[in-house]
């Protein structure tokens, strides 16, 4: 006998269940896609004592030991909402396996302009240095960039708008923070912003594997702009064609390429060797 599925009560009641099912993982994916927020106790502790604004702060219930007592005392005294979740539904929340029991929800980050980060050099009295990055894909790639150079005093960072990573909470986290402590600039397209920055007196250095000149023995005092290419493909002719010279890290071993945010450490320390010693 050929049963209507539509009559069928059994039927219905199995595509109410996978209705169901689809909203919930509908739910989970939106959450897991969304950006704005930052994990981690360290991340939330270095967000709360920036002053920047923060929407709410979710924690794993029962959790109310070591640092997230601070985290709590802070966002009091900040008057941020608080909010217990089960354990569960925190990992639902979370974009990444070691949020440590707390997500900070924020408000999308604010990206600068380039004369933004100029005027933090001339506030500061100091010759421009910043770095641009040619297609970083990785966030954690960027993350790290943006510790290193905020921790050598960089003024700022120019990225892509598109086909590179942007600033999420994956990158926030493995910045340790520094993304709040650092201008970062988005922009439409790179050579423009490269163009704009020699008008404004600065060198403009580039990283590439086949040119002759070693980074130590670059002059790279002065203003000075590093870029630096993408993870597999390096930096594009474009780029390269306008870059006003281009250096190169020795390799000795086998393996003839370092990974991007290794290759900024090196170079941005050399930088900031030689304005030290100047």
Request: with cysteine.
């Amino acid at each position: 006998m050929k049963i209507d599925k539509n009559k069928n009560p059994k039927a219905k009641s199995n595509k109410k269940v996978q209705n169901k099912e689809t909203k919930k993982a509908n739910s989970i994916e939106n959450l897991k896609n969304f950006d704005d927020q930052v994990e981690g106790r360290n991340s939330v502790l270095e967000l709360l004592e920036s002053g920047k604004d923060i929407n709410k702060i979710f924690i794993t219930r029962g959790e109310k030991h070591g640092s997230i007592s601070k985290i709590i005392a802070k966002a009091k005294e900040n008057k941020i909402i608080i909010v217990e979740k089960d354990k569960k539904q925190m990992q639902e929340m979370a974009q990444t396996e070691n949020y440590q029991g707390v997500i900070a929800i924020v408000p999308p980050y604010e990206y600068c302009q380039i004369d933004d980060i100029l005027k933090d050099a001339k506030q500061k009295n100091e010759d421009p240095f910043i770095i641009i990055l040619d297609g970083i894909e990785d966030p954690h790639n960027l993350g790290s960039i943006i510790r290193t150079a905020e921790t050598a005093g960089v003024n700022g960072i120019i990225i892509p708008k598109r086909r590179a990573s942007q600033v999420n909470s994956t990158v926030n986290k493995v910045s340790a923070g520094a993304v709040e402590h650092i201008k970062i600039a988005r922009v439409n397209n790179i050579t423009d912003a490269i163009n704009e920055l020699k008008e404004k007196g600065l060198w403009i250095c580039g990283t590439d594997v086949n040119t002759d000149k070693i980074y130590y023995n670059q002059n790279l005092k002065g203003p000075l702009g590093i870029v630096i290419g993408n993870e597999g493909k390096g930096i594009s002719q474009k780029v390269k064609n306008n870059c006003d010279f281009l250096v190169k890290i020795p390799m000795k071993g086998k393996v003839q390429s370092l990974n991007a945010a290794v290759s900024t450490g090196i170079i941005v320390y050399e930088v900031v060797k030689q304005r030290l010693l100047n």
